[in-house]
T-cell receptor, first 111, second 114 residues
Framework: GESVGLHLPTLSVQEGDNSIINCAYS??????FIWYKQESGKGPQFIID?????DKRQGQRVTVLLNKTVKHLSLQIAATQPGDSAVYFC??????????FGKGNQVVVIP | EAGVVQSPRYKIIEKKQPVAFWCNPI?????LYWYRQNLGQGPELLIR????????DSQLPKDRFSAERLKGVDSTLKIQPAELGDSAVYLC????????????FGEGSRLTVL
């Protein structure tokens, strides 16, 4: 039988299109947010972070948007490539250097 | 530069047996983390070390889990005795600096308890 939690929200995107992955966080005291990418069989890999005093930050092909009013975080990937296929996690930092990960979102890039 | 190194990559044991995982962080990283990741879920913190001191072990099931980082460098995580529900990937991560910064993760140790 299938295991609970095996089915991740999945975003299927055509190669070359833009991807948007969303994350809702719960702790209004969180002051630091990070997006991680996890490929099959590997550990999470840092993509980009943002402090709570910012609402947007750009990296190479990626942009993170933070809306503290509704406790929402998003990751935009421009010109999605096959190598972007992975599970993406958002994480929120709070308190004494605590970091809590959200549920993952699977991105599948269609060539 | 070598990344975070973990061993073993895979371990299959029967319930009630002990198991240990080893982690060598990135050189110079004073903060070391052990996370547990269940299938389809995000990593959950078990313990965080600043140098050799465990500064956050509130999520570590202390009845069967133990960890050490004796010289402030590499670390071991032990489970004794293992239960079926301990099947998961155990991830080690390290970072530099006091404030939560970029964590560098190892590839993890996948534990299967039969």
């Amino acid at each position: 039988g299938e295991s609970v939690g095996l089915h991740l929200p999945t975003l299927s995107v055509q190669e070359g299109d833009n991807s948007i992955i969303n994350c809702a966080y719960s702790n209004s005291a969180s002051d630091y947010f990070i997006w991680y990418k996890q490929e099959s069989g590997k550990g999470p890999q840092f993509i980009i972070d943002i402090r709570s005093n910012m609402d947007k930050r750009q990296g190479q092909r990626v942009t993170v948007l933070l809306n503290k009013t509704v406790k929402h975080l998003s990751l935009q990937i421009a010109a999605t490539q096959p190598g972007d296929s992975a599970v993406y996690f958002c994480a929120e930092g709070y308190g004494n250097n605590r970091l809590a990960f959200g549920k993952g979102n699977q991105v599948v890039v269609i060539p | 530069e070598a990344g975070v190194v973990q061993s073993p990559r895979y371990k299959i044991i029967e319930k009630k047996q002990p198991v240990a995982f080893w982690c060598n962080p990135i050189s110079g990283h004073n903060t070391l983390y052990w996370y547990r990741q269940n299938l389809g879920q995000g990593p959950e913190l078990l313990i965080r070390y600043e140098n050799e001191e465990a500064v956050d072990d509130s999520q570590l099931p202390k009845d069967r889990f133990s960890a050490e980082r004796l010289k402030g460098v590499d670390s071991t995580l032990k489970i004794q005795p293992a239960e079926l529900g301990d099947s998961a990937v155990y991830l080690c991560a390290s970072s530099f600096g006091g404030k939560t910064g970029e964590l560098f993760f190892g590839e993890g140790s996948r534990l299967t308890v039969l």
